[in-house]
């Protein structure tokens, strides 16, 4: 029988196993690289956890599985959660299971229902409290202390928790998966094994533009790399084979370029008076502004996320109104509902790092201001005129400009962004802070890390020679599918650059 082992490796780039292949323990990615059969592979736009994962699992782009990111644009402007409908829309291991292939699933990064089909077991992951469609595996979570995977990047972003301290937790998680994954393999002759880990990504944020990154990353990398390479071993004992993927890549940061408020100083955006008075005013933020934030980043936004639509629309409309004025001083947070639509053109909301989005305010949204003989004009003023951004080295900021219509190939799933924008090496795109400050960069800082287009992937032995060639997360679904003979179309989503 066939088999194949998979390994998932949230936000992991080349470069950092490059710079890590040497180092004890890591001996399978050193291998894997000299081989040449570890490549970087394309992810989505934006490069997000949301929708990467789901094109990795289907062999579809966002605008066909309809996750584009952790969020959707509505046409009332106000931004709502989404999740991959597994059901709707199947992973690849659904057509394994129908097969007769017997399927090992634990933690894949994204939001997974449990299966209602046999040949599958399986723990659900990132970013919901994990479950499991078996006693067997219930038990093992039992017995390894398993719960999921750690939700601790608000105690680290408070200060609670050191980094150091994280990374303890980390490494206890990742541990206690291989461990249930190992026990697992050993009761059942599984045909297809799939165990992902998010852990990478999590402290990638806090760390990655820190000296010492090594420090903190090489333990994480070192436990993951002790099951590539026992799953390795096995493939070598079985004639069976291995792949390694990751949903996309990551950089260190050092600074932010702040998209609305340079949109609002080129007149795209217009702010509400009552928040451009304020800070006009330049007033200290006062309790309401605090209290306004403390409901957007704090934990009750797990509750604002998980109202019905029409509830969270009235509570995003209720926090603008009522705590739009309390906004002050230089740099200062703003959202959509500080926005007056009705002389808006174009905005930036919901994608926040090194590749964001941007909206015509046209006649698909409830204010829309641009019509439609003027569409195409705005759009190559808006082109140009953020072509002309310059970073603080003085050359080009914004190193390529998408076509998002084109990319989502006319989806009706959601409201889609017309420009993709994505800043040079180095840079990460904030939607949020306002800035009078001429050159539009945050002072406060950025990120440590955050995201790039290249992830990974990499298959073992060598001697399996699948084709890597521009290699995309939507090859990943079809080139498993044919490994065990089934028929699979690869597809190709369109980048058109502007």
């Not at 570890?38 to 949301?50: A, I, K």
């Not at 409309?317 to 739009?324: D, K, Q, T, V, Y």
Request: charged content about 25%.
């Amino acid at each position: 029988m066939k088999k194949l082992y998979m390994i998932g490796m949230d936000s992991v780039p080349l470069w950092i196993l490059e710079e890590l292949k040497n180092e004890k323990g890591m001996e399978i990615f050193s291998k894997m690289l000299g081989e040449k059969s570890l490549v970087d592979m394309e992810s989505t736009l934006p490069p997000m956890t949301g929708p990467a994962w789901p094109s990795i699992y289907t062999g579809l782009g966002p605008g066909k599985h309809g996750v584009p990111d952790f969020f959707v644009m509505k046409d009332d402007y106000t931004p709502d959660i989404v999740y991959y409908d597994s059901n709707g829309v199947p992973p690849f291991w659904k057509s394994l299971a129908q097969s007769g292939i017997q399927c090992l699933v634990i933690t894949p990064a994204t939001v997974i229902q449990l299966p209602d089909y046999n040949n599958i077991d399986m723990i659900t992951g990132f970013p919901l409290p994990s479950r499991t469609n078996s006693r067997e595996l219930e038990k093992l979570m039992k017995k390894h202390r398993f719960a999921g995977e750690p939700d601790i990047e608000m105690d680290i972003k408070s200060g609670k928790m050191t980094e150091k301290e994280a990374v303890g937790h980390f490494i206890t998680s990742i541990k206690s998966r291989i461990a249930i994954a190992k026990d697992m393999m050993s009761k059942k002759d599984y045909g297809f094994v799939y165990v992902c880990f998010t852990e990478t990504d999590r402290l990638q944020h806090f760390v990655t533009g820190k000296k010492n990154w090594r420090e903190y990353l090489l333990p994480i990398y070192r436990e993951i790399a002790s099951f590539v390479n026992y799953a390795s071993t096995l493939a070598d004992k079985e004639g069976s084979a291995l792949i390694v993927v990751s949903d996309h890549g990551a950089q260190p940061i050092k600074s932010k370029f702040l998209i609305n408020s340079w949109l609002t100083s080129k007149g795209y955006v217009k702010l509400k008076d009552s928040f451009a008075k304020s800070v006009v005013k330049k007033e200290k933020q006062g309790a309401s502004y605090n209290f306004r934030e403390m409901l957007l980043k704090t934990k009750l936004r797990r509750i604002y996320d998980k109202m019905p639509h029409p509830v969270k629309k009235a509570a995003f409309r209720a926090l603008g109104s009522a705590f739009s004025s309390g906004a002050g001083g230089n740099y200062v947070r703003m959202h959509l509902f500080d926005f007056d639509m009705k002389g808006t053109s174009a905005f930036a909301a919901i994608a926040n790092e090194p590749v964001s989005s941007i909206w015509i305010n046209d006649d698909r949204f409830s204010s829309g201001s641009v019509g439609k003989t003027q569409r195409n004009k705005l759009m190559q003023k808006l082109i140009l005129d953020l072509k002309s951004i310059r970073s603080l080295e003085g050359d080009k900021l914004i190193v390529n400009i998408f076509d998002g219509k084109t990319y989502y190939g006319g989806t009706g799933k959601f409201v889609a962004p017309d420009l993709f924008v994505e800043a040079k090496k180095g840079y990460t795109i904030d939607l949020f802070y306002y800035s009078s400050i001429s050159n539009f960069m945050d002072p406060e800082g950025a990120k440590s890390g955050d995201h790039i287009r290249k992830g990974i992937f990499g298959y073992y032995p060598a001697s399996l020679r699948i084709k890597t060639q521009e290699m995309s997360v939507l090859d990943v679904a079809p080139t498993i599918l044919n490994y065990f003979g089934k028929k699979a179309n690869m597809q190709r989503e369109v980048k058109k650059k502007l």
